[in-house]
């Protein structure tokens, strides 16, 4: 007797179930891929409603004239042209940059000598309660409202009653105080500093994050071998948190380029320009100068240069993870 399957006359043999392929069935992969889709629909109207759209039409104001009342005027790239020849744009991207610096950079680097130090020495000297402690400490600035933290900071740096020049009078230093905030050749300085301030706990946050995921063992190694702290945070830490390090640096950066908030309230641009930004230069042409297409022009800019950026660092960052 045999097991065999007999096929019906007529009837051409079909495989047995057991051996059949998950996609043998007519349309499976496209039912599945259909299946799929439906899941991406939120996003992809979310996306078209709240950013692409908005920009389709903040490009096409910026192709204008208009005071943000009646009928835009069609101008063509005149707002753009006039961009070229503007001193005060360019003057708002050296601050830009010099804010990437205070945002970005200075914060990345002492942020991963800080989360290196918490993780790989305080936190076997004085245990994990302490590091946490440090941790929310560090990251406090972080959750405050930007319009609280800028007023305390106007109260600290006031050039009359502010806690930082009495504080300089009292220990005899009174030669050094100054007006931080009013001083043209000071204003943009303090606000990197103050924006170090703000921006140092997320990268020490980020990066403990991913010391959490480094094997022990190549620490114990090092040390056993006499390797120094800094040897081992230069050979196991920055190798082993290079992904960490790229998403810190992307979103730093964004959020420098795109800084507002900050700006706005403590300097308002001043003194005389000195430290305006192409965000906040865009807000005072749309609604300080009614010169909404200009103001949509240097939108559309500082958008453009921010999704570019991102595509580089993006760019850079998959051969590096894949190495």
């Known amino acids: 007797m045999t097991t065999g399957t007999t ?3 007529g009837v051409a043999a079909s495989e047995p179930p057991s051996r059949r392929r998950p996609d043998a069935a007519p349309g499976g992969t496209a039912r599945h891929s259909a299946g799929y889709f439906v899941y991406l629909v939120p996003g992809l109207v979310l996306f078209a409603v ?7 039409m903040n490009v096409w104001i910026s192709l204008t004239n208009w005071q943000g009342v009646g009928s835009p005027e069609w101008t063509g790239l005149d707002n753009y042209r006039r961009l070229l020849a503007d001193d005060a744009f360019w003057a708002s991207f050296r601050h830009n940059a010099a804010l990437i610096v205070a945002m970005a950079i200075v914060p990345t680097a ?3 000598l800080l989360a290196a130090a918490l993780f790989d020495y305080i936190g076997k000297k004085f245990g994990n309660g302490t590091v946490a402690a440090l941790r929310a400490c560090f990251y ?14 106007g109260w600290i740096l006031n050039p009359t009653s502010g806690a930082l020049n009495a504080s300089l009078e009292t220990v005899g230093l009174g030669s050094l105080t100054r007006d931080w905030l009013g001083d043209p050749d000071l204003a943009l300085f303090t606000v990197m500093v103050i924006m170090v301030w703000v921006q140092l706990g997320f990268p020490v946050v980020i990066f403990m994050a991913g010391l959490q995921r480094v094997e022990p063992a190549l620490y114990e190694a090092a040390e056993m071998d006499g390797a120094t702290w800094m040897r081992r945070f230069w050979h196991i830490t920055l190798p082993q948190i290079r992904p960490e390090i790229y998403v810190v640096l992307l979103w730093t950066t964004i959020a420098a380029l795109k800084v507002f908030g900050p700006i706005y309230v403590l300097t308002r641009g001043g003194p005389g320009g000195a430290t305006n930004v192409p965000a906040y230069y865009s807000y005072q042409n749309f609604f300080e100068r009614t010169q909404v297409g200009y103001g949509a022009a240097i939108a559309t800019v500082l958008t453009l240069l921010i999704v570019a950026l991102s595509v580089v660092f993006l760019r850079i960052q998959r051969p590096a993870e894949e190495a």
């Open 50 to 56: 709240v950013i692409a759209l908005p920009f389709a």
């Open 7 to 9: 096929a019906l006359p």
């Open 110 to 112: 002492l942020g991963l």
């Open 140 to 153: 406090l600035p972080q959750i405050l409202p930007i319009a609280v933290a800028g007023v305390v900071w």
